[in-house]
């Protein structure tokens, strides 16, 4: 019903940038927001940004606010995340998803869905 496709991982040096691209398809018209979490070996998927389709709200872990940006292109159905000043602690794989479940916030996996691939970013230092 909704796929989700990822791009923009890699392989980048700490203090570098690297921007995400999600691109929606599908009945996206029904999702309430858009998300990015990721997963770094042997530990749990995080929340890592959040955005809603409508509006301007965002959400964002502690551990990337202001150096993590997420934004949307709803005419494109693609949500980004800008991500800035890259520590090795941010490698990880990054996953793409799309929240339906209203009654969970932003920030909770539980209200999503739908989830890409996952793109592998890799931080050097």
């Known amino acids: 019903q909704v796929q989700l496709v990822e791009s923009g991982g890699g392989l980048v040096q700490a203090g570098g940038s690297l921007r995400l691209s999600c691109a929606a398809s599908?009945?996206?018209?029904?999702?309430?927001?858009m998300g990015w979490f990721r997963q770094a070996p042997g530990k749990e998927r995080e929340f890592v940004a959040s955005?809603?389709?409508?509006?301007?709200?965002?959400y964002y872990a502690d551990s990337v606010k202001g150096r993590f940006t997420i934004s949307r292109n709803n005419a494109k159905a693609t949500v980004y995340l800008q991500m800035n000043s890259l520590k090795s602690e941010d490698t990880a794989v990054y996953y793409c998803g799309a929240h339906f479940h209203s009654w969970y916030a932003l920030t909770d996996e539980r209200g999503y869905a739908y989830w890409g691939q996952g793109t592998q970013v890799t931080v050097s230092s």
């Open positions: 955005i809603r389709w409508s509006g301007s709200t965002t």
């Open positions: 599908g009945r996206t018209v029904s999702t309430y927001g």
